[in-house]
């Protein structure tokens, strides 16, 4: 059980990249943060825990409703709330124009990068109803406002992110949740350091187009979804913030 100024943050997606950084970010401010992922990232906790923070791990596959339903309810009974929530998990499509993507790859897309967020929601937000309030931020991208080339199933799916996290925040406004999606730009993580070691050339090209000319890092990240989940963002509710550069000026 927590004290009443302890607030418990969750974060999926958190082994690596953004997710992680979030994580760190989240227990660096104080938060007891529950990490989680598709393998239970519990070394990333314990190197938390031994810096002297607080957090704990667990394995969590968005994909699977029972499993979300599952890790939320495990929160609540261990840690007694969830005050904050990153549904940060997410998949890349292989790249490829849209009617060469298959059948699988769509719905292996949907499954992580929609169905997941709307799974992780809906318990999250069961819980925060119960306890009076809570915040969440949803995981989009630049692409979630834009097109990208070859990319067609996840950026649907990043779309669609902003379009859910738009409509719970209005059925959940009047009940003290506050719900709001991060649009990363181009950040340096795995997941696009592999897409850079497919196309060479893509760094270059996706520089070009950043007018703050580099790319970004995942701390940029986790500075904005910590402020979107802090009380200085208390009257920010149903935004999708775009951390980019500058990308989407053009
Ligand atoms: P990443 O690949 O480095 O990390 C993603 C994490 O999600 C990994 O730890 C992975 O194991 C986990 N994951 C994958 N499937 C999962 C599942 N079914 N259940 C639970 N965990 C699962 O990616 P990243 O770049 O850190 O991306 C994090 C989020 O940010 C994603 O939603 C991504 O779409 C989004 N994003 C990234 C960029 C970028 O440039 N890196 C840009 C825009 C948006």
Known sequence: MTTNSEKVALVTGSATGIGLACAQAFAKAGYITVLTDIDDPKEQARELVSAGYKALSRRCDVSDTRAVEETVDWVAATLGRLDAALNNAGIQTPQRPMAEITDDEFDRTVAVDLKGVWNCMRYEIRQMLRQGGGTIVNTSSQGGVTGFP???????CKHAVIGLTRTA????ASRNIRINA???GVIRTPMAEELMRRNPLLEKELVRDIPAGRLGSPEEIANAVLWLSSPQASFIDGHALLVDGGFSIH
């Open 182 to 184: 991060i649009c990363p």
């Open 150 to 156: 070859g990319q067609a199933a996840y950026i649907a």
């Open 169 to 172: 925040a209005l059925d959940y």
